[in-house]
Each structure stands twice: as structure tokens, then as C-alpha cells.
T-cell receptor, first 114, second 111 residues
Framework: KAGVTQTPRYLIKTRGQQVTLSCSPISGHRSVSWYQQTPGQGLQFLFEYFSETQRNKGNFPGRFSGRQFSNSRSEMNVSTLELGDSALYLC?????????????FGPGTRLTVT | AQSVTQPDIHITVSEGASLELRCNYSYGATPYLFWYVQSPGQGLQLLLKYFSGDTLVQGIKGFEAEFKRSQSSFNLRKPSVHWSDAAEYFCAVGDGNKLVFGAGTILRVKS
């Protein structure tokens, strides 16, 4: 079974631009979660989607948004990029349901904001 | 809020030596606990998980972890470390529909 895929793998953007990252979950998984990883803050939860609905959201500004499509693929968008948004963005998928703890991660998208 | 503490930022062990990485969690109910490993520039790979039942759980790559409720710990162990085990290891607890991660422990293996 194919794993979680994320595109693109690397991005370089300029401050003030916006960016969209994509995640395709493992086949049969209906929950997709997004995490931001930085050296200073570690791994932080952004949001989780299940059946096209956002079920949980972390403590990030409204510039960070996401969505999930009917095929469970997910995108996250960051508008008005700031230098501090430079990070590895990880997507994880799980079967979902009441608890979506057993999560499988993709390779991540490395975003650099200049 | 739930939290996870990994007291050791770096650990260095000799190849062939045993390994124990420490993890303490703060959670009100029975926790769902995980260990992940991350190689440089890569995503996280699930090593093992604890949901309930036997407190000693086996994972991939020869790793095991023991859940100790009295100590709020979930330490990761391996009897004999290989050079390919050098990576960063993260302990996590399930909280709602998300994972809360510790800060990670970087494992260095010396030959």
C-alpha cells in the first residue's frame, strides 16, 4: 500500500506571498492531520480533517487554513507568508473515526520564506 | 493540556550497546502513546504504539517500550544499537484527534 505523499517536497517563497501544500493520504484513510516542525518550537499540530470537515485546530493564526476533498486528499494554505513560517510541514493520515491517533506521516514539505 | 517530556536532548551510544530513551507524559486518563523516528530531511516513521493491555510493546526494527502508569513513563529500549539507528526519536501522546509530541532525542551512534 502506498504511503502518504506530499507535494511539493521543497518550496521557496517570498515574504507576503501565499502557498498551498498538498497531501494524499494512504488509501482507505479518511483523516488527515497537518503539523509544523521547526527547530525552536518542535512539532506543533495545525489542524485535522475527517470527511471534509475540520474537527480540530491548533493554536495558529488565521493565515493558516486547510481543506479536505471528497477523496480524502487535503491541502493547506498559508497566506501572507512571514519569515517565521519557514518550517517542515508534515501531513499524517489515519483511518479516523472517534480517535485518529495512529497516524502515518508523509515525507513533508520544506518551506523556506525569504 | 497534555504534555510529553523527553529529558535527554542528545544521547550517544556505542554500536552494539543497549539503548534507553526516556519519555514522561502528562495525561488524565489512560493514554495512547507512540514512538516515532525521524531521519534527517524525512518524515516520521511509527516505531510502536501503546493503547492498552500488555505494558511491554514490541515495535519495528527491534525496538520495544514499556508503559509504567505509576511513573507516567513510556521509555523506548533496544538491546543492541546499529549505526543505522542514528536519528531523532519522538515520543507522543494522543489527545483528542491530534498527537502531542515531546521535543525529541537525537541519538548518535559511535563505532
Amino acid at each position: 500500500k502506498a504511503g502518504v505523499t506530499q507535494t511539493p517536497r521543497y518550496l521557496i517563497k517570498t515574504r507576503g506571498q501565499q502557498v498551498t501544500l498538498s497531501c494524499s493520504p494512504i488509501s482507505g484513510h479518511r483523516s488527515v492531520s497537518w503539523y509544523q516542525q521547526t527547530p525552536g518550537q518542535g512539532l506543533q499540530f495545525l489542524f485535522e480533517y475527517f470527511s471534509e470537515t475540520q474537527r480540530n485546530k491548533g493554536n495558529f493564526p488565521g493565515r493558516f487554513s486547510g481543506r479536505q476533498f471528497s477523496n480524502s486528499r487535503s491541502e493547506m494554505n498559508v497566506s501572507t507568508l512571514e519569515l517565521g513560517d519557514s518550517a517542515l510541514y508534515l501531513c499524517a493520515s489515519s483511518y479516523g473515526g472517534t480517535a485518529s491517533y495512529e497516524q502515518y506521516f508523509g515525507p513533508g514539505t520544506r518551506l523556506t520564506v525569504t | 493540556a497534555q504534555s510529553v517530556t523527553q529529558p535527554d536532548i542528545h544521547i550517544t551510544v556505542s554500536e552494539g550497546a543497549s539503548l534507553e530513551l526516556r519519555c514522561n507524559y502528562s495525561y488524565g486518563a489512560t493514554p495512547y502513546l507512540f514512538w516515532y523516528v525521524q531521519s534527517p530531511g524525512q518524515g516520521l516513521q511509527l516505531l510502536l504504539k501503546y493503547f492498552s493491555g500488555d505494558t511491554l510493546v514490541q515495535g519495528i526494527k527491534g525496538f520495544e517500550a514499556e508503559f509504567k502508569r505509576s511513573q507516567s513513563s513510556f521509555n523506548l529500549r533496544k538491546p543492541s544499537v546499529h549505526w543505522s539507528d542514528a536519528a531523532e526519536y519522538f515520543c507522543a501522546v494522543g489527545d483528542g484527534n491530534k498527537l502531542v509530541f515531546g521535543a525529541g532525542t537525537i541519538l548518535r551512534v559511535k563505532s
